[in-house]
């Protein structure tokens, strides 16, 4: 399969984030159809990334390429869908970005079209560092599956994983960055307050957080050993509140995008 033009309904950040790592690596297709109900958004991307073709509100245009995605909430996609399905095209591959929507539920929104793939996108993909889980419906022969995967793989990790995980992964993979980044960015801040010059803090912060992902998960320490490693604890007294909010707030969150 050759991938010739790519179809975004919905313009927003994860359209943005993946348009971006094709383009910074160098693969983008001949056409890239970009629709959005808010021309704002759409206007702000295409002054971005002027190789789109805007499609205003007129979601059958990107509905009728070679694969679409479709960035949308679960809210509203299922009305897109039913809106677009008769412009999209038997051969069309379609990828839902959302979670709680099975293959089977958009199949049926789509009048049995079967070439369906759901992919729970990831925010570092736009450094090409992604983590995007993907499941695919068994309508897809090896040759597509092959090609998406190979396009993919511009966004970082695409591996390809049981369609009852994808939650699990939106949950802990997609939204995980956010747990930390603002941490980070405080580390960050407070490292300058220091004397730490920028480059000086990012080096130092960049290595600590490869580091320590590596010593959690590629040592052959337990958890309590790696958490024993230093000794010092200046945020101790509040762990057991941190570690209640990610229980409570995050099984929540899953048991929500799972009904």
């Known amino acids: 399969m050759q991938i010739d033009s790519l179809g975004f309904i919905g313009g927003g950040r994860i359209t943005r984030i993946m348009l971006a790592a094709l383009e910074r690596a160098?693969?983008?297709?001949?056409?890239?159809?970009?629709s959005d109900a808010n021309s704002e958004v759409l206007k702000d991307l295409h002054r971005d990334l002027p190789f789109i073709e805007p499609a205003g509100e007129d979601n059958t245009r990107p509905a009728a390429c070679d694969v679409l995605f479709v960035s949308l909430h679960p809210p509203?996609?299922?009305?897109?869908?039913?809106?677009?399905?008769?412009?999209?095209?038997p051969?069309?591959?379609v990828v839902s970005l959302a979670p709680k929507l099975t293959l089977s539920k958009l199949s049926a929104m789509l009048d049995r079209h079967a070439?369906?793939?759901?992919?729970?996108?990831?925010?570092p993909s736009i450094v090409h560092e992604g983590y995007n889980p993907v499941a695919f419906s068994r309508a897809v022969p090896k040759g597509e599956k092959k090609a998406?995967?190979?396009?993919?793989?511009?966004?970082?990790?695409?591996?390809?994983?049981?369609?009852?995980h994808l939650e699990a992964y939106a949950v802990i993979a997609a939204m995980g960055p956010t747990y930390f980044?603002?941490?980070?960015?405080?580390?960050f801040e407070l490292a300058r307050s220091f004397g730490l010059g920028d480059a000086?803090?990012?080096?130092?912060?960049?290595?600590?957080?490869?580091?320590?992902?590596?010593?959690?998960?590629?040592?052959s320490l337990s958890p309590t050993e790696v958490m024993d490693l230093v000794p010092v604890k200046p945020?101790?007294?509040?762990?057991?509140?941190?570690?209640d909010i990610y229980r409570t707030r995050l099984t929540a969150l899953y048991e929500k995008l799972k009904g």
């Open 76 to 89: 509203v996609l299922a009305e897109a869908l039913q809106n677009v399905k008769t412009a999209i095209k």
């Open 148 to 164: 998406l995967l190979e396009m993919l793989s511009v966004f970082g990790q695409s591996p390809e994983v049981p369609e009852k």
């Open 115 to 123: 070439r369906i793939v759901r992919m729970i996108p990831n925010a």
């Open 26 to 34: 160098g693969k983008l297709p001949a056409q890239v159809v970009v």
């Open 200 to 219: 000086e803090a990012k080096d130092a912060l960049t290595a600590m957080i490869q580091g320590a992902a590596q010593t959690m998960f590629s040592s």
């Open 235 to 243: 945020l101790a007294a509040d762990e057991d509140t941190i570690r």
């Open 181 to 187: 980044w603002f941490q980070w960015q405080a580390l």
């Open 91 to 93: 051969n069309t591959i």
